[in-house]
């Protein structure tokens, strides 16, 4: 997978939970998918699987879900 591949998703704050950043990059379309896919380990965070919701985020991490890669763009503190 390229570069080319990875959405980048703005937030503005240095954090968001996983289940939040599945909503915002239009992974999920509410936080009941989001639970079962994380619940199924079908979420990767930095290429490994993590079955925690509140997941802590920040400025670089990468997650797939769905077959598709967003990257966290923090602002600069």
Request: no cysteine; glycine share 10%.
């Given at each position: ?25 239009s ?23 993590e ?27």
């Amino acid at each position: 997978m390229s570069n080319q591949d990875i959405q980048e998703i703005p937030i503005r704050d240095s954090m968001i939970r996983l289940g939040q950043l599945l909503k915002l990059a239009s992974l999920v379309e509410d936080g009941v998918e989001a639970a079962e896919l994380i619940k199924n380990g079908l979420v990767k965070v930095n290429g490994e699987i993590e079955d925690r919701r509140g997941r802590q985020l920040h400025n670089g991490d990468t997650v797939t879900a769905n077959g598709q890669t967003v990257q966290v763009v923090a602002p600069e503190a």
